[in-house]
């Protein structure tokens, strides 16, 4: 069973940076769309930003140049560079993978804590 594993969440305060790794124990080559969500409470989980094995990339529009998300396909991991952290993106952020045979992954998810 494919297993994803977060870090690199914490407290930071507002103008900050944190980089969140997600550690993928399948191989990422067949992993179709990669991507971050983060569930705040009392909200739905919402897409952060997604990457295809393409290459290409998606950004919610309210972390658009302040986030980026990577892969590393040697090392099976996928980052999210969180930068100019706000209030408001503090969350639990969970790692997801959509494989190519249609199965769907998810990680346990890393608390992210955004301190004025």
């Known amino acids: 069973q494919v297993q994803l594993v977060e870090s690199g969440g ?6 900050g940076s944190l980089r969140l790794s997600c550690a993928v124990s399948g191989n990422i080559f067949s992993a179709n769309v990669m991507g971050w969500y983060r569930q705040a409470p009392g909200e739905q989980r919402e897409l952060v930003a997604s990457t295809t094995s393409a290459g290409s990339t998606n950004y919610a529009d309210s972390v658009k140049g302040r986030f980026t998300i990577s892969r590393d396909n040697a090392k099976n991991t996928v980052y999210l560079q969180m930068n100019s952290l706000k209030l408001e993106d503090t969350a639990v952020y969970f790692c997801n993978v959509k494989w190519w045979n249609g199965f769907n992954s998810w990680g346990q998810g890393t608390q992210v804590t955004v301190s004025s």
């Open 10 to 15: 914490g407290l930071v305060q507002a103008g």
